[in-house]
């Protein structure tokens, strides 16, 4: 299939709809996604927030309490990336710019879930360096992110590669 001047310039390869309704459906589209990651990132960000709080947090070796410090400082800025679009929706309505908003709530969207892939590594090496102090532990959190890169980023890549015309 190969993709018009005006198609490509509008994103709209396929569908009859004009670049306003292009944005309308994308919006949508990107805001149910949104809905799936926030929702993760904030109950973990809120778990996080409880842990300083235990009698265990105290028990920590100086590395656990650094190693947690900087997953909750990712977990915040995941947070912020992943609300946002809302954000930028809310203040941008009736501009007319729902084009760039949506470029722009992409973006961050993007940015959001690799911050959420890189708290939820720093979650994970942390649990784990708690609940043993193997030395696998680095390994198993290498397999583990390596897992969330193929499913987050390799594989839709190579989807959109495979399957994207010229």
């Known amino acids: 299939m190969t993709v018009s001047g005006d198609e490509a310039a509008t994103g709209n390869a396929g569908r009859d709809e004009t670049p306003e309704e292009g944005a309308d459906r994308k919006w949508s589209e990107l805001i149910q996604e949104i809905r799936v990651a ?81 708290t939820m590594t720093a979650s994970l090496l942390l649990i784990l360096r708690v609940a043993t102090h193997d030395v696998y532990v680095p390994w198993l959190v290498a397999g583990v992110v390596a897992w969330y890169l193929f499913c987050w980023f390799f594989l839709p890549m190579w989807v959109r590669y495979r399957y994207t015309s010229d």
């Open 38 to 118: 926030q929702t993760g990132v904030q109950i973990l960000f809120g778990f996080l927030l409880t842990v300083v709080f235990t009698p265990r947090y105290g028990q920590l070796a100086q590395l656990d309490k650094a190693i947690y410090i900087v997953t909750v400082v990712l977990g915040a800025a995941a947070t912020g990336a992943l609300i946002g679009p809302v954000a930028l929706h809310r203040i941008v309505s009736g501009r007319r710019v729902k084009p760039q908003a949506v470029r722009w709530a992409s973006r961050l969207t993007f940015v959001g879930l690799v911050l959420l892939l890189a």
